[in-house]
């Protein structure tokens, strides 16, 4: 057996509840620029929204930013950013139902791209997008590694 060695080291953090997710997802907003994509994976339940609403927050969304399951994709709009993209590719079989949806074309925009679920979509990805996984560690706590930042 190999060990496989990430390309990068990630950075961790543990959140002892959904108020310290949300305060994290603002402090990694303070790295993302136009055109940033952002994917945040981890199973039902672990903390992704929370994540996101923080990073919303920071971004200037005053909406309330909810999932979007069913319609796939929310643009929501800030005076900080020229759009704001919140994916959830959970009911994507693949690539080509996310391509067919215009998901390359919002990928190519300046906006800022989050994208829950994205292994659903793995191959759509860029190579630089900011990766987040989210382990569930106890009934409020949660760890959290994000690849692709130097700091935050």
């Not at 959140?15 to 952002?38: D, H, M, Q, Y």
């Not at 005053?62 to 994916?87: C, G, K, R």
């Amino acid at each position: 057996m190999s060990l496989i060695q990430p390309a990068e080291c990630p950075l961790n953090f543990l959140s002892n509840s959904p108020e310290e997710t949300f305060n994290l997802g603002k402090r990694i907003a303070l790295s993302l620029s136009n055109g940033s994509v952002l994917t945040l994976d981890g199973v039902l339940g672990c903390g992704k929204t929370s994540l996101a609403k923080g990073i919303a927050s920071a971004l200037g969304i005053t909406e309330n930013l909810t999932s979007p399951t069913y319609t796939i994709i929310n643009e929501y709009e800030s005076e900080n950013i020229p759009a704001f993209y919140h994916i959830d590719a959970y009911r994507l079989k693949d690539e080509k139902e996310f391509e067919e949806i215009g998901g390359d074309e919002i990928l190519n925009s300046r906006g800022i791209c989050l994208i829950e679920w994205s292994l659903n979509i793995i191959k759509s990805i860029p190579e630089n997008a900011i990766k987040v996984f989210i382990s569930i560690t106890g009934s409020e706590s949660r760890e959290i590694s994000v690849f692709g930042l130097d700091s935050i």
